[in-house]
């Protein structure tokens, strides 16, 4: 596969989906420094500057070995970074990986999450060749557990006591969603748009 491919420009209505750059740190930090943002992550919420321009380093190197796919989510109408959307943990060979978000809090509520997650599940689907995406979020995330739901993923499981940071253990909700479930659930649009 062509390394071009895990590093894509992804356009939505609203959204230039791409990746981040060394410019894009202060505003890294100051969306996950948010202990709002970061509440139900499984790491602690960022401190300084260097945490956002290791992040970005490691998602250039995690995208140059084809593992993941890290991007940040640009609002058209400003420029400015919403968040981040990535697909991760990816496995060739069983052609999966996992998908996550990570929005800025004045960027909530808006829809953001869908239009960026769909477009990112489709370049799986469709570009990458991917048969199944998952997700792993904490069960109390009720509004993660609702945007996965919008974006056709099913609670598969459920992970007890999964995750321990800063002292407070955490389960783990897991979701998934497979190609095939997609044409299911959409080949009628589909097949609508392409007549269109």
């Not at 199944?132 to 609702?146: C, L, M, T, W, Y």
């Amino acid at each position: 596969m062509s390394k071009e491919l895990f590093s894509p420009v992804i356009e939505t209505e609203r959204l230039t989906i791409r990746a981040l750059t060394a410019d894009d740190a202060e505003s890294l930090l100051e969306i996950f420094s948010d202990p709002e943002v970061m509440r139900y992550w499984n790491t602690a919420p960022w401190t300084s500057i260097e945490d956002a321009l290791d992040f970005i380093e490691q998602s250039g190197d995690a995208m140059q070995r084809q593992e993941a796919i890290i991007l940040g989510m640009y609002l058209k109408s400003t420029g400015e970074l919403a968040g981040k959307c990535m697909l991760f943990s990816y496995d060739s060979a069983s052609r999966r990986a996992e998908i996550g978000f990570g929005l800025s809090r004045a960027c909530w509520g808006k829809g953001y999450i869908n239009e960026a997650g769909e477009a990112l599940i489709q370049y799986g689907f469709n570009v990458l060749g991917l048969r199944r995406i998952e997700a792993e979020i904490d069960p109390d995330n009720q509004s993660s557990g609702k945007a996965l739901e919008k974006l056709g993923f099913s609670q598969e499981g459920l992970l007890r006591q999964r995750w321990e940071v800063n002292g407070i253990v955490s389960d783990s909700a897991m979701y998934g969603r497979l190609a095939s479930d997609h044409a299911a659930q959409h080949g009628q649009a589909a097949m609508h748009g392409a007549n269109a």
